[in-house]
DNA sequence: CCTAGGCTCTGGATCGATCCAAGGATCGAT
DNA sequence: ATCGATCCTTGGATCGATCCAGAGCCTAGG
């Protein structure tokens, strides 16, 4: 059975609207980038033109001219299972439907696992991409400082990384010590003095971070911390050996982790005790996941705005790719705490 | 402060390669696409010009000629919250490493929520992708009929929605009967026998063909059915709904979920009466989410195989666009249990 | 009446790669 | 030595949009 496949018939090009509309070129050019160039009945013209035809312009040629593609390169990481991190899924919907208001879309790749350069240098040589989005800058991210050294523009999620406080790209960051001391503060309020921490390894600074918001706040209620720390790795096993530890160390009678994950693990030794979380024992995550949202009774979790970090980083962008560029400063965005069941 | 901002030093260009190596333009070109052409010393000169400048052809102008941008679009619908879908994002993830290796990019886009095709009609018009994949059909896309008509090249995520046997564009499926006959089967084996449904409402396909492994599962045993199943929206809140009526009418002893969301619907009655998932009442979910992995002790889910599923797209999508152009076959793929504590 | 200057509009060149048709080199056979 | 065939290489045209320089028209001012 002969049958044939669906392929796209050419579509208009500019010359046919041109011709459809009696102008040049160069005047439906203007009609469509510059439009208070023509006068008005010529505009109007060429517009019915447009209209008429379905005109729209072909990407690759006006890329080629302007060298400038309106893409923006993300890399995603590889999927992490097992966990409750489910952040880049928001973030990356925020950013999709933003960046499409400012005539951006956004292009996925992903690298080689040893190579984290590979994806990047490949489509900033093909000129692929107008700019890239760099995430996952508080591991001490390689591709931002290759990236800088290269010229290319992009926008860190994220703070820089290193010493140099003379940042020369635009970042884009949320306040996670804030949030951590939000979960903090909200507990003591319920009545809660003896607050265990569980954390991320000493070597994460995003980690150090949000211990810092809790260390402060029990400070400044005079509450002790010492003994109610611990720092581990970001899974559910761990945070429930921390929670183990310190259940039967320290008997606290809450905990705010640095990750949803971590607080899985706190929920997981509850259940295996018995205990109920929010009547026995308070407990509050971080990032707002949709474990969070949904497990009983409930997950109190630090909620990033991730859809004002999308509009903040394509601001950014925007200044860095317009003309004359602009370097956008730094923008703190603050998290709020969503209070459910668990706390 | 006057800084500099990065900017990309212009590449090198075929022009540049071909001086350097001392050939022709086409030469160079030649290398790159049909190296076969090329005597064996040439080809190895123009390699090491191309080396040495770091050369990559332009995207841009190589789409322009070819008509074709090696993009393929795929749409992204609205991140919901509040349930435990994420499946989206391990698809995405599963595909972007797939079509790497086949020379794609997946560029993301949205529309609006009226009309579903705008988006497409844009980059379709622009010639901004070369195919697109669609992957919400089993809700009775328009974009696919729309799409069709078109003549667009796409793979459909799910099979033909429509009475249109004689489907006209690949596919790949996910076999939903069989997951949802897994999961009952198992609970069986477990020794129950009074296994209760907690599907979709009536006009989803998929939630029917899920519910027909249930049923075909416990006839086959020779198990009643009536007055055992529900359906109702994809909520947690509704799956509780149900669960309560459930519970108190029919007292099943296991519940058989057509999604994780409804399955968290479960276990949040399940705790809220102090009964135990897996000890007291056995609950199974659908599509092994973040959710399922980490909630205490464990939701048994059926795992959809995604990855397999990326790999099916991508080969179809080759097909689609190679020359000559090849309808590949509808492909309908396994899932699997995953068993946890839940059951 | 003439010209300067503003407003519109135009045609040719250009971006960088690939398609195309034809040119040159090489080799064996006659 | 000549010819044809094969293999390799080449310059010009092309894809569709935008940049650029300049042409035509009109009005205001001298």
């Known amino acids: 059975m002969n049958r044939v496949i669906g392929r796209l018939s050419a579509p208009p090009t500019l010359a046919d ?21 023509l ?34 390169g993300l890399r ?4 992490q299972e097992g966990n409750a991190n489910a952040l880049m899924d928001r973030f990356v919907h925020a950013l999709v439907d933003t960046s499409r208001e400012a005539g951006y879309h956004i292009l996925l790749f992903t690298g080689d696992a ?32 290759w990236l800088r050294s290269r010229r290319a523009p992009f926008v860190a999620f994220g703070r ?11 970042w884009v960051e949320i306040d996670s010590a804030a949030g951590a001391a939000m979960a903090t503060g909200h507990l003591i309020e319920r009545g809660h003095t003896r607050i265990a921490w569980i954390g991320w390894r000493k070597d994460s600074v995003l980690g150090e971070e949000r211990r810092s918001g809790w260390t402060r706040t029990m400070r400044e209620h005079g509450l002790a911390t010492t003994g109610l720390a611990s720092r581990v790795e970001d899974t559910i096993a761990s945070g429930r050996a921390a929670t183990v530890a310190l259940l039967d160390e320290a008997s606290p009678t809450a905990f705010v982790c640095a990750s949803d994950t ?36 409930g997950l109190t979790s630090v909620r990033q705005p991730l859809e004002d970090a999308a509009v903040a980083v394509v601001k950014a962008l925007e200044g ?17 705490l969503v209070v459910r069941g668990s706390s």
């Open 17 to 37: 609207v041109a011709e459809l509309a009696g102008v040049s070129r160069q005047t439906v050019s203007n009609a469509v980038n510059n439009p208070d160039l």
């Open 39 to 72: 006068r008005e009945d010529t505009l109007a013209r060429v517009q019915a033109a447009i209209e008429q035809l379905g005109y729209q312009p072909n990407r690759a040629a006006r890329s080629l001219r302007t060298r400038s593609s309106r893409l923006i």
């Open 76 to 79: 995603i990481a590889p999927a």
């Open 114 to 145: 040893e190579d984290p350069v590979a994806g990047y240098d490949d489509l900033l040589r093909s000129t692929a991409v107008d700019a890239f989005i760099v995430t996952d800058t508080f591991m001490g991210n390689p591709a931002a400082a």
């Open 160 to 170: 820089p990384w290193d010493d140099e406080h003379d940042s020369v790209h635009p």
């Open 262 to 297: 971590l607080a899985m693990g706190v929920l997981h030794e509850l259940y295996a005790r018995g205990l109920r979380p929010g009547e026995d024992i308070a407990v509050t995550g971080f990032d707002d996941s949709q474990v969070a949202q949904t497990v009983p009774p």
């Open 320 to 336: 860095l790719l317009g003309n004359p560029p602009y370097l956008a400063d730094g923008v703190m965005l603050q998290p709020r």
